[in-house]
């Protein structure tokens, strides 16, 4: 029975680590990330991959610096380290020890959106299709041999939240699928071309901020891209509002951008973009307020929102 030691952080990592749980492989050890504090209470909160692990009944480590204390994942003499959205680099001590190397579950179609928000990126850049990666690793960030590659089409009306599940479950069947190949010597890999790769490195709040300068399809995009974390926003009155959702409007209208041009049935605030066409924000969020619909925002705030007036 092969030894896998798994290594992953977020809620995309959960469903492969489970898999790998029910399969016919002992699962000798689950690396994370340690605990963080979230939320203003700052309270000290375990990755999801760590509770899976604890219910699971696999130990679990937490190095802050992996570089510092690979040896106790070579301890466990591992034959394979499957990683999948970890957050740190494998030093080259572990890339070598096991017998069947080191393989990652990336969620997008490489040498495409290497980083970490290829999911964010894929809906962010418009792509109307994308996917999952399996790799063998290199010390470069997402830059291994490629062994295996899923595709799956990006709806136009997709989220990040959405695609996030949907490449999670694709990456865990094609590695399902990878792994026997992988230990029968069945796999020839092929290097990236590097001339094509992308990137999409973590959302920083300048790429939340809305730029209502940009086409309609482009806003729209980064809506959706950033839907459910980590929202895009805009303000209005000087005070930030975050927007949850919209749909495209192909009018055109003789507008400026980030102007308010319609209101619509009470129920949607159109607002222009660069290219004179606008977005329909549908579901909003005022500062120190919850999430909600823009009906239920017009109720307390109607007198605020004219036609005319600027977001941005």
């Known amino acids: 029975m092969k030894r896998i030691v798994f290594m992953g952080t977020p809620d995309f990592s959960v469903p492969i680590l489970q898999a790998l749980t029910e399969s016919d492989y ?46 106790v994942i070579l301890d466990y003499k591992p034959d394979i380290i499957i990683t999948a959205a970890y957050g740190q680099l494998l030093p080259n001590e572990l890339l070598e020890a096991p017998e069947f190397g080191c393989i990652n579950v990336h ?120 839907n459910p974390w980590p929202v895009a926003f805009t303000t209005f009155n000087n005070k930030t509002v975050k927007i949850w959702w919209a749909e495209l409007d192909e009018k055109t209208y003789d507008c400026h951008p980030g102007e308010i041009v319609d209101v619509v049935n009470e129920e949607a605030i159109v607002v222009c973009c660069g290219n004179q066409k606008a977005v329909r924000i549908t579901e909003i969020q005022p500062a120190g307020k919850k999430r909600m619909t823009v009906k239920a925002f017009l109720l307390g705030y109607r007198d605020e929102i004219e036609v005319g007036k600027k977001m941005g």
């Open 26 to 71: 002992e699962m000798a050890l689950v690396v994370t990330q340690p605990d963080r504090p979230v939320g203003r209470k700052r309270v000290m909160t375990p990755p999801p991959v760590k509770v899976a692990a604890e219910q699971l009944n696999i130990p679990v480590f937490q190095p802050e610096k992996l570089r510092e204390h690979y040896q």
């Open 107 to 226: 969620a997008s179609l490489l040498p495409e959106l290497r980083g970490g928000a290829p999911i964010h990126y894929a809906i962010i850049q418009g792509k109307e299709e994308t996917g999952v990666t399996i790799m063998y690793m290199a010390e470069k960030l997402d830059a291994g041999d490629i062994i295996s590659q899923r595709r799956i089409p990006i709806e136009h009306d997709e989220h990040a939240g959405s695609l996030h599940d949907k490449l999670s479950e694709l990456g865990k069947d094609l590695l399902l699928d990878t792994l026997p190949d992988i230990f029968e010597g069945k796999i020839k890999a092929i290097p990236q071309d590097e001339t094509k790769a992308t990137f999409a490195s973590n959302i920083t709040r300048r790429d939340e901020k809305i730029d209502w300068s940009k086409s309609h399809i482009e806003v729209y995009n980064q809506i959706r891209g950033l």
